[in-house]
């Protein structure tokens, strides 16, 4: 069974800092590209950042260059998002994506919310 769990969300002051973690189960991790998407209330989910399969290759949305990061451990079947210097624009619903050649898979999300 395919599973996708995200964790690391919260609530956040402006500038401050949060990991969030997606524990992959149930399909050949490292065989995956791994993305990072959000989606904001009434707005579009849309693309944060990408890592391929080995880990070499990494893309981010401009609004998140040079403050996220995004890493994964194939040893752990794990994905992170490093986020730091939060705005409150960057309050969503930041959902992990696995896509292979043939599969894609979706988390069921975790609420960022960064406000004073």
């Known amino acids: 069974q395919v599973q996708l769990v995200e964790s690391g969300g919260g609530l956040v002051q402006p500038g401050g800092s949060l990991r969030l973690s997606c524990a992959a189960s149930g399909f050949t991790f490292s065989n995956y590209a791994m993305y990072w998407y959000r989606q904001a209330p009434g707005k579009e989910r849309e693309l944060v950042a990408v890592i391929t399969g080995a880990g070499g290759h990494t893309n981010y949305a401009n609004s998140v260059k040079g403050r996220f990061t995004i890493s994964r451990d194939n040893a752990k079947n794990t994905v992170y998002l490093q986020m730091n210097g939060l705005k409150a624009e960057d309050t969503a619903v930041y959902y992990c994506?696995?896509?292979?050649?043939?599969?894609?898979?979706w988390g069921q999300g975790t609420q960022v919310t960064v406000s004073s």
């Open positions: 994506n696995a896509k292979g050649v043939l599969n894609a898979y």
